[in-house]
Antibody, heavy 118, light 110 residues
Framework: QVQLQESGPGLVKPSETLSLTCTVS??????????WSWIRQPPGKGLEWIAY???????NYNPSLKSRVTTSVDTSKNQFSLKLSSVTAADTAVYYC??????????WGQGILVTVSS | QSALTQPASVSGSPGQSITISCTGS?????????VSWYQQHPNKAPKLIIY???SRPSGVSNRFSGSKSGTTASLAISGLQAEDEADYYC??????????FGGGTRLTVL
């Protein structure tokens, strides 16, 4: 069974770049069957899909965040990453990484709370 | 791409059945059989309970079932149990090749 674990700073200053990593175990990010997604959830609110990456180098982004987001897969470390630039308080959320099989998210990390504050 | 529309809350008594609706458009639910549902307990990660409209992952109770008619998908839960109290989210693939979520529905077991 695939397991995912998010890591990164829990506090980011406004205007800076949020950087998170998701480590995958029990499976390979090089699996041609999977995409690797990032999803966030502001406190008390619903889920928002951010982006997904494929090991071959392709990626797709939520149009509302596209100008600020980059995601990629590191096959050597069996990880994938998220970078969100120019953050504001509106980017405060629990960030989840998830494996994406077909058109659904079958395994999720536990989530990491990232707070944007000076 | 607009979020899918779900009722904010539903409730039911133990043993009863409930249904949660998820309304989209011809650009998402109406055009693709790629609707999924997630259960989220407080302070926990979401868990996949239905995919591809009406398929259940291994280990998910058969009390959970999914369906779709036109631009509306539905999640049915039969034989309500206290442990079913949670937030439920639908998701669909869209015509611009990205997924979109519903706003979420809080299920209260009375």
């Amino acid at each position: 069974q695939v397991q995912l674990q998010e890591s990164g700073p829990g506090l980011v200053k406004p205007s800076e770049t949020l950087s998170l990593t998701c480590t995958v175990s029990g499976g390979s990010v090089s699996s041609g069957s999977y995409y690797w997604s990032w999803i966030r959830q502001p406190p008390g609110k619903g889920l928002e899909w951010i982006a997904y990456a494929y090991y071959g180098g392709s990626a797709n982004y939520n149009p509302s965040l596209k100008s600020r987001v980059t995601t990629s897969v590191d096959t050597s470390k069996n990880q994938f990453s998220l970078k969100l630039s120019s953050v504001t308080a509106a980017d405060t959320a629990v960030y989840y990484c998830a494996s994406t099989l077909g058109y659904y998210f079958d395994y999720w990390g536990q989530g990491i709370l990232v707070t944007v504050s000076s | 791409q607009s979020a899918l529309t779900q009722p904010a809350s539903v409730s039911g008594s133990p043993g009863q059945s409930i249904t949660i609706s998820c309304t989209g458009s011809s650009s998402d639910i109406g055009d693709y059989n790629y609707v999924s549902w997630y259960q989220q307990h407080p302070n926990k990660a979401p868990k996949l309970i239905i995919y591809d409209v009406n398929s259940r992952p291994s280990g998910v109770s058969n009390r959970f079932s999914g369906s779709k008619s036109g631009t509306t998908a539905s999640l049915a839960i039969s034989g309500l149990q206290a442990e079913d109290e949670a937030d439920y989210y639908c998701s669909s693939y869209t015509s611009i090749s990205i997924p979109v979520f519903g706003g979420g529905t809080r299920l209260t077991v009375l």
